[in-house]
């Protein structure tokens, strides 16, 4: 159990070269069921002891793309750091955190990254005035995925995928690299956000032919109507109330149409900007 008297011993330990694989994954496992302690006034005490060791872990451990006791081990300590409260407390330690995450965005496999982004998000938010600087890097990596995009659609479409030599970027353990998962996804982003744009200009197009046919409908049953009573036969009457109908059928058509098309240019907008 970690208690407050035992974070020093705990982050020797994790930094021990005589702790096997098997016992630090424990140990990281019990600090990650514990961590209600940062929600208390020890906080200050566990990030003074437990965050240098997290970090040196993190930084100098290499990457895994395969599952096991390594890649649980740098995923744990991730999801601990990511349940950090984002207050005071933990505002000397902003900066050295968001430059590891950055890094491990850039390097480490899919899994983690994901977690990276969580908490770069989450220090943004809570430290923007501190972190203004660090905008620029992160929007810079996001310009390198895009700039990806076409390498990665010919890794994903030219070569198969499995076995030895497929899937571009991925480790020997089929666990996607950072770069090739944020790209793919992008480019999935980028697919929808077209195909949502080219559904919402055809519903324009046809709102427009149908308020076009509606009009021209309506004019018609006007001058029907008209005739019907200058010559109100019974052939005459039943072609006004059949244009007529056939008018407020048109107009119906073209206000659904019209909703439809509203809706599309909201899905092609949201579409746009998750792909942006």
Not at 53 to 75: C, D, H, M, V, W
Not at 102 to 119: F, G, P, Q, S, Y
Not at 159 to 179: H, M, N, Q
């Amino acid at each position: 159990m970690l208690i407050t008297n035992n974070f020093e011993s705990h982050a020797r330990k994790l930094l021990s070269p005589e702790l096997s694989l098997a016992q630090k994954q424990q140990l990281v496992t019990e600090m990650r069921d514990s961590i209600e302690i940062v929600h208390t006034s020890e906080y200050g005490n566990f990030l003074r002891h437990l965050f240098p060791a997290f970090y040196r872990l993190l930084s100098e451990g290499q990457p895994q793309f395969t599952e096991g006791p390594e890649q649980k081990i740098r995923n744990m300590l991730l999801e601990v750091l990511n349940r950090l409260p984002n207050n005071e407390t933990l505002r000397p330690h902003v900066q050295s955190m968001l430059s590891l995450c950055m890094k491990l965005l850039d390097t480490d496999n899919e899994e983690n990254a994901v977690i990276c982004l969580r908490i770069i998000f989450d220090l943004h938010k809570n430290f923007r005035p501190t972190l203004e600087r660090e905008v620029q890097p992160f929007l810079d990596f996001v310009e390198r995925i895009y700039r990806g995009l076409p390498k990665t659609v010919a890794l994903l479409f030219s070569e198969p995928r499995g076995g030895d030599g497929a899937g571009g970027d991925k480790g020997p353990g089929g666990l996607p690299t950072t770069r090739e998962a944020l790209t793919a996804r992008a480019e999935q982003a980028q697919v929808r956000s077209q195909a949502a744009q080219a559904q919402a200009q055809r519903l324009a197009q046809a709102v427009v032919a149908a308020n076009a046919q509606a009009q021209a409908r309506a004019q018609a049953a006007q001058q029907l109507h008209t005739m019907s009573q200058a010559q109100p036969t019974p052939q005459v009457q039943a072609q006004a109330a059949q244009a007529a109908q056939a008018a407020q059928q048109a107009a119906q058509q073209a206000q659904t149409l019209s909703v439809q098309s509203q809706q599309a240019a909201a899905a092609a907008k949201q579409a746009q900007q998750l792909a942006a």
